[in-house]
């Protein structure tokens, strides 16, 4: 099993020199892909301009886009961001897409959030034709630039439910889930529920598993950081919901995050991403300690 790390984005104390620092760091450890996420109304960078700065200063990990809402985005923005980020990775870029759960960045954006699910299938089929080459109306160019993976990169789906599952096995080339607690049971149902959804949809090869979880490594009091930073990020679910969710969060010792990468790595993921809730840099070399361990 692969392990990736996300950028500290949502974290508290992100500043100008995180992104660069983070993403040399990654590139330089023992892990197969440094990620960002997508959210707007909050206090983190905007993700497409942070994955082009990964790209740009990273030589040798995966750069996955984790997720792109893309209900919220016109297909074709989206088709010649995926084109420029593909070019600066040299055909490094991995995509996921999905509808997000947060109303508030759909208003802030001035998308429809009604009807999220069915936009999400159309604008999947849209962007594939775009990344294709074909042109967005008669008489158009294509949308550029070209990708140097033939025809774009693979596209996962942030599907966790029966309904949303099905939906996505018709497009999709895999998942990418998430387990706040880690939770192997958990991560093993997801990747069953996409193996048979798979199966029902006639097709042939078996969908690429992502999964992740909230960690806190490298800093004094990490399992508070751990629950403060949860807490936070899903405020928008209400605080009695919130702190609910944060209270699960476990990963916040090498011990407990070497127990939840092999509960991963039995339960079938391909790749688990370590989505970290502090901005220090002492993360990833405890990471890499506990990833160079399972060797």
Same mark, same amino acid.
């Given at each position: 099993?692969?392990?990736?790390?996300?950028?500290?984005?949502?974290?508290?104390?992100?500043?100008?020199?995180?992104?660069?620092?983070?993403?040399?760091?990654?590139d330089a450890g023992p892990f197969s892909s440094v990620s960002v996420g997508e959210r707007v109304t909050f206090s983190n960078p905007?993700?497409?301009?942070?994955?082009?700065?990964?790209?740009?200063?990273?030589?040798?990990?995966?750069?996955?886009?984790?997720?792109?809402?893309?209900?919220? @985005?016109?297909?074709?923005m989206v088709a010649q961001q995926i084109g420029t980020l593909d070019q600066l990775s040299n055909g490094r870029l991995e995509v996921?897409?999905?509808?997000?759960?947060?109303? @508030?960045?759909?208003?802030?954006?001035?998308?429809?959030?009604?009807?999220?699910?069915?936009?999400?299938? *159309?604008?999947?089929?849209?962007?594939?034709?775009?990344l294709a080459g074909e042109p967005p109306f008669e008489g158009a160019d294509p949308v550029g630039p070209a990708c140097v993976q033939?025809?774009?990169?693979?596209?996962?789906?942030?599907?966790?439910?029966?309904?949303?599952?099905?939906?996505?096995?018709?497009?999709?080339?895999?998942?990418?889930?998430?387990?706040?607690?880690?939770?192997?049971?958990?991560?093993?149902?997801?990747?069953?529920?996409?193996?048979?959804?798979?199966?029902?949809?006639?097709?042939?090869?078996?969908?690429?598993?992502?999964?992740?979880?909230?960690?806190?490594?490298?800093?004094?009091?990490?399992?508070?950081?751990?629950?403060?930073?949860?807490?936070?990020?899903?405020?928008?679910?209400?605080?009695?919901?919130?702190?609910?969710?944060?209270?699960?969060?476990?990963?916040?010792?090498?011990?407990?995050?070497?127990?939840?990468?092999?509960?991963?790595?039995?339960?079938?993921? *391909?790749?688990?991403?370590?989505?970290?809730?502090?901005?220090?840099?002492?993360?990833? *070399?405890?990471?890499?300690?506990?990833?160079?361990?399972?060797?």
């Open positions: 099993m692969k392990i990736g790390v996300a950028l500290p984005q949502m974290a508290p104390g992100y500043g100008p020199g995180t992104t660069v620092d983070w993403a040399r760091r990654i905007e993700m497409v301009a942070t994955l082009g700065a990964c790209a740009a200063v990273t030589e040798r990990v995966q750069v996955l886009a984790n997720l792109f809402v893309l209900p919220q @985005h016109p297909v074709a996921a897409v999905g509808v997000g759960g947060r109303e @508030h960045d759909y208003r802030s954006l001035g998308a429809e959030f009604k009807g999220r699910h069915q936009q999400l299938d *159309d604008k999947v089929a849209e962007l594939k034709a775009l033939p025809g774009g990169p693979i596209i996962l789906a942030g599907a966790l439910g029966p309904k949303a599952m099905r939906r996505a096995a018709r497009w999709a080339d895999g998942i990418s889930g998430f387990s706040v607690r880690g939770d192997a049971e958990e991560i093993v149902k997801v990747g069953e529920l996409a193996d048979q959804c798979w199966a029902e949809a006639g097709r042939t090869t078996t969908p690429r598993k992502v999964n992740g979880c909230f960690t806190a490594l490298g800093v004094p009091d990490a399992s508070e950081a751990l629950h403060s930073f949860v807490a936070r990020y899903l405020g928008f679910l209400g605080p009695k919901l919130a702190e609910m969710i944060a209270a699960s969060a476990r990963a916040s010792t090498p011990e407990v995050l070497a127990e939840i990468l092999d509960g991963a790595e039995q339960a079938g993921c *391909d790749e688990f991403i370590l989505v970290p809730a502090v901005t220090d840099l002492k993360f990833v *070399d405890v990471a890499a300690e506990v990833v160079a361990a399972r060797s």
